[in-house]
């Protein structure tokens, strides 16, 4: 590795201890030729291996890039975004496995993606499961609003507590 500070081609690994759980290796070097030291850390490569067979390295900014194009005009900020690809990532690599397949790459970004934006999500789902008819929309959309159905209904039910709560009141105020 070379040096930083004098650009000398060689440096002496003079401490590695592990970090993040010994997903990366953190080196402490020393430059024989200006006696600075520096760190450097190693990770493992996570390859996504493409339909074609060619295998490149994973990267969260390819992610949000191809996430940004689904949310044009959605209001989905770039926070959001670097988020979802964070989010990924982790579920990624939680495998565990050194290569995936892109395609599980896709998988991987539906679910966050459907909790930022549902219509982001649509045109992002429509590509990436090459939706070719209305049916394939909406036999989805289906789904969403079934989901959404469910999510209101667990929301009243919530909101039963609430009427629960009025007799106690009303008995409350008898007493007084
Ligand atoms: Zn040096």
Same mark, same amino acid.
């Not at 590695?16 to 490569?45: H, N």
């Given at each position: 590795? !070379?040096?930083?500070?004098? !650009?000398?081609?060689? &440096?002496?690994? =003079?401490?590695?201890? /592990? ?10 070097? @020393?430059?024989?030729?200006?006696? %600075? ?6 990770? $493992?490569? #996570?390859?996504?291996? %493409?339909?074609?067979?060619?295998? /490149?390295?994973? @990267?969260?900014? %390819? ?5 940004? %194009? ?18 990924? *990532?982790?579920? =990624? ?8 397949? @892109?395609?599980?790459?896709? #998988?991987?970004? #539906? ?6 934006? =549902? ?9 990436? !499961?090459?939706?070719? @008819?209305?049916?394939?929309? *909406? ?7 079934? /989901?959404? #159905? ?5 929301? *009243? ?12 009141? $009303?008995?409350? &105020?008898?007493?007084?």
């Amino acid at each position: 590795m !070379r040096c930083p500070y004098c !650009r000398h081609a060689d &440096s002496r690994v =003079v401490d590695s201890r /592990e970090a993040d759980d010994g997903q990366l290796i953190r080196r402490r070097r @020393s430059c024989p030729e200006c006696g %600075k030291r520096f760190t450097t850390v190693e990770e $493992a490569v #996570l390859a996504v291996v %493409k339909r074609s067979g060619v295998t /490149e390295p994973f @990267s969260r900014t %390819k992610i949000a890039n191809g996430v940004r %194009k689904a949310c044009q005009g959605r209001p989905v900020t770039e926070d959001a975004l670097a988020l979802l690809a964070q989010r990924v *990532e982790d579920a =990624v690599r939680s495998r565990g496995a050194a290569e995936i397949p @892109s395609n599980e790459v896709g #998988l991987a970004i #539906l679910g966050p993606l459907r909790e930022l934006d =549902v219509v982001a999500y649509l045109r992002f789902a429509s590509v990436y !499961r090459s939706f070719d @008819s209305l049916g394939d929309f *909406e036999r989805e959309i289906e789904t969403l609003r079934d /989901e959404a #159905l469910a999510r209101e209904a667990a929301r *009243e039910q919530g909101g039963g507590t609430a009427t629960v709560e009025e007799p106690e009141a $009303a008995a409350a &105020s008898r007493t007084v």
